[in-house]
C-alpha cells in the first residue's frame, strides 16, 4: 500500500479526490490528510492571487465561501475524509492550526510515508518567493513533495 500525507486547505472536491485517488493506477492509497486552513493573516495574499488571475470579483469577495461549503476546518476536514473513503481509499487525518511544517515532517516519519501532496490553489505570491506549502516541505521532509492545484468547485 502506498502511504501518502495530503496537506490540504479547504475540503476536496469530488474532482480532488478523483485526482489524488488515480495518480497511482491500481495500486491502494492510504492518506494521513492534515488540513491547515488559511487564516486571515493570508486574505491579503489571496487577494493579491486573485488579481494576478484576473478574477477581480474574487479579490473583493475574498472572504465569502460558496453557500454549501464547509466552513470550519473540522467539518472542512471530516467531508475531505469520508470522500477519499468513499472512493475507496483509507484516510485519517487532523487540524494543523500551529506550526504546519513540523507536524508535517513528524507525521511522515510516524507513518514512514512514500510521499507529501500539496494540493492547493495557486498562491502566485508566495510561490514566486518560494514561500509555498509545496516549497517549503521539500526542505523539511526526506520524500518527494509534489504540489497539485485544487479545483475551484
Do not use: C, Y
Request: net charge negative; glycine share 6%.
Amino acid at each position: 500500500m502506498f502511504k501518502t500525507v495530503l496537506m490540504i486547505e479547504k475540503a476536496l472536491s469530488d474532482a480532488d479526490v478523483e485526482l489524488v485517488t488515480t495518480l497511482h493506477g491500481e495500486e491502494k492509497v492510504s492518506f494521513v490528510v492534515l488540513m491547515q486552513p488559511r487564516g486571515k493573516q493570508d486574505e491579503l495574499l489571496r487577494a493579491l492571487d486573485d488579481v494576478a488571475l484576473g478574477h477581480l470579483d474574487q479579490a473583493v469577495h475574498e472572504h465569502e465561501e460558496g453557500a454549501d461549503a464547509p466552513t470550519l476546518p473540522g467539518e472542512s476536514l471530516e467531508h475531505s475524509l469520508r470522500h477519499l473513503q468513499q472512493a475507496g481509499a483509507e484516510a485519517v487525518g487532523e487540524v494543523v492550526q500551529h506550526q504546519p511544517l513540523v507536524r508535517l515532517r513528524e507525521v511522515v516519519e510516524e507513518n514512514r510515508a512514500d510521499e507529501v501532496l500539496v494540493l492547493t490553489s495557486p498562491h502566485f505570491v508566495e510561490e514566486f518567493f518560494h514561500r509555498d506549502w509545496a516549497s517549503r516541505a521539500r526542505h523539511e521532509v526526506g520524500v518527494p513533495v509534489l504540489k497539485l492545484f485544487a479545483s475551484d468547485s
